[in-house]
């Protein structure tokens, strides 16, 4: 991806959202000479990438994105000294791991050998499946925010990505001889919200799984909020500002900037710009879907949790939802507006990479289920029950509990409709062709107006590049 040629811009821009695609936007912005304000309807900066104390004082848990395996190294991240700016990745000693019942289970560690290494008999297919790709990550990744049609800077990277994302994951589980090997791949696969059987499902356990085998899936030490903080600081040092606590509601509200970015929702975007709009671009971002829901549990926990699989003490991040066939039902109960009755949970042991997050013995625990969106039952015990299957005795463990249901999550976070931490952007058509079908996803068709929340290319992730890119297409406009 390209921005503006170096050229030097000038004028003024807003950007609606700070979220990491709204800082990444508003840093691309800043640098090229534009006058940038962030306006942020939330009294903390960050969206996504906010900490808090959310169950203990002294007890440090990320809101949403606490692993960052698409942030380390990207085009927009290689812009940043981040490492100046107070920025330390912090790796667990395995990347993530999915247990089975019985204590089995299995890992992915720091790189492809070593994970392949654990997994007996499927070292070789694991191997063929990401041997050559891991290390072609970073670049692959660069190409993931040009339009579907472009001309690839690294062709053979994102061919060899191709070929293994387009199969259905299901398809490529059955290459796994050991129950422990399918499971551990479709948890990965999950992370794209879509029943394994769906094409092009395994492009997300490619991406992540290749990722967390080259950069890991590190967290940040001492919360993801340094991260925002850091963007923060970065924008400031081209002269950009934030004022949070405001919610913008129109356009006219902007006073006429030459650029506009806009990081939220679509159908948030639809009522911003209103009659700007063209009447189809208007119904796209009105009609614009949001998937599944996220059921979340911030937990203290005395101990840590006590997995029955051992590894998974130590794993950044562990997949909860049993073999191939559990993981499936449950994604496709999700799909079809029922809760299933064992949810996968994805649970993040963010302490196990920055022991400094804890107090004493007590750790934080983010955990979240998927469920359908705009849920509103009441599934705490059930997501409790299912991470008890797999660790006996993690509710004795539990000394305080926050609980965030789906329509929680939407409040303390505008862009992730009915718990939709996707902002939707995981249907098959919306994901390709984003909220504007056409050769760019940002432009909105308003003059000087441009998407750049997570709805648009590239897609979920708290790496910005949907912000840088959304600039960099603001930038070659205002070029031209
Ligand atoms: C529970 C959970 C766990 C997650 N885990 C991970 C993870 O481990 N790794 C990862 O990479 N990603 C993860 N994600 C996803 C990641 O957080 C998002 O993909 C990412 O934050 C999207 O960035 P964004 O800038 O597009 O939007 P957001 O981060 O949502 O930021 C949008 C910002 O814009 C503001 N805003 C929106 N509309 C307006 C308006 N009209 N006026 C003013 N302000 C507005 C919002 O308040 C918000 O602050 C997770 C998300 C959740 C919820």
Redesign the pocket.
Known sequence: MTVGGGARSSGTAVV???????LAGAITLARAGLRVTV????DQV????RSAESTLPGLVHDH?????P??VDNVFSRTVDLAARGVEWLRAPYEMSHPLLGGRGAVVSGTVAETAAGLGDDAAAWTRLFGRVADRMPTTLDEFGQPVLHLPRHPVDLALFGLRAAPPADVVARTFRRPETRALWLGITAHGFRPPSAPFTSAVGIALGAAAQQVGWPVVRGGSQVLADALVAELASYGGSVETG????DLGELGGADVVLL??SPR?AGR?LGDRLAPRLRDRYAEWRHGVG?Y?LALAVDGGVPWTHEPSRSAAVVHVGGEAGPLAAAARDVRRGRVPAHPFVLV?QQAMADPARGRGTVVPVDA?AHVPVGCEEDLTDRVLDELERYAPGLRERIVAMTVRPPAE?ERQ????VGGD???GATFLDQLLLGPRPGRSPYPTGVPGVYLC??ATAPG????GL??YGAASAALRDLAD
Not at 46 to 49: S, T
């Open positions: 609606v959202g700070s979220g990491p695609n709204g306006v942020e309807a939330a960050g969206g996504g990438l949403c994105a606490g692993f960052h698409l942030a405001r919610r913008v509601t990081d939220t948030d911003i996220a979340q993040g979240y999550v976070g505008i862009n992730y931490i996707s902002t929340s997570s979920p992730g708290a790496h949907c912000g």
